[in-house]
């Protein structure tokens, strides 16, 4: 069965500096999807990278950085130099490549950036 | 990108009664999905929807409750029948555009849905 667990509920950091968001998953496809997303206070779900189980290759964004590590099945998700803009929820999530698009999420990172 | 509108963006409700919730994209997209979130919860699938072809649910999910309709490659509803408070959610409609590479997984701004 696939799953996704974020197991950081709530995480606060001080503005600029740099935080980590942990997601570890399951699933028995050798085929398969991961996402980040994050949802601001204002509820809208803005989609922010979606990686394929064969490219292992770390992604950089400006200060958003994903590391993906196939051996520990985890996908994290780093923000560097904080700010209060990204206070959000952010989710991980999963589909496999036999489940028509379905996606799985996570249970979600709370993350506050205090000024 | 695709970019997805859904009405009404919230609602007040009373049990017992019906609500229909709309989706339109700006782009034709072969699948859309519907989605629930319950309050300080993840969000959970609850059914794909084809053009042409019955929507497809999720355990925990049934037609009578929540049916749905795919008229065309732009648009769907959401109906949630006989509401109850813990129907009380965030319905969001997303898509899959296959027009980029890799594809990209597109959510609707939310349908924020209080039953009283």
């Known amino acids: 069965a696939q799953k996704v667990t974020q197991a950081q509920t709530e995480i606060s950091v001080v503005e600029k500096e740099d935080v980590t968001l942990d997601c570890v998953y399951e699933t028995r496809d050798t085929t398969y999807y991961l996402f980040w997303y994050k949802q601001p206070p204002s509820g809208e779900l803005v989609f922010l990278i979606r990686r394929n189980s064969f490219d292992e290759q770390n992604e950089i964004s400006g200060r958003y950085s994903w590391n993906f590590q196939k051996s520990t099945s985890s996908f994290n998700f780093t923000i560097t130099a904080s700010q209060v803009v990204d206070s959000a929820v952010y989710f991980c999530a999963l589909s496999e490549a036999n489940s028509a698009s379905k996606i799985i999420f996570g249970s979600g990172t709370r993350l506050s950036i205090r000024p | 990108s695709a970019v997805i509108s859904q009405k009404p963006s919230r609602d007040i409700c009373q049990r017992g009664t019906s609500l229909t919730i709309q989706c339109q994209v700006d782009s034709q997209v072969t699948m859309m999905f519907w989605y629930r979130q319950q309050p300080g919860q993840s969000l959970t699938l609850i059914a794909t929807?084809?053009?042409?072809?019955?929507?497809?649910?999720e355990s925990g999910f049934v037609i009578d409750k929540f049916p749905i309709s795919r008229p065309n490659l732009t648009f769907s509803t959401l109906t949630v029948s006989n509401m109850s408070p813990e129907d009380s959610s965030i319905y969001l409609c997303?898509?899959?555009?296959?027009?980029?590479?890799?594809?990209?997984?597109?959510f609707g701004p939310g349908t924020r849905l209080t039953v009283t």
């Open positions: 929807a084809n053009q042409g072809s019955e929507a497809t649910y």
């Open positions: 997303s898509v899959e555009d296959r027009g980029t590479d890799p594809y990209e997984q597109y």
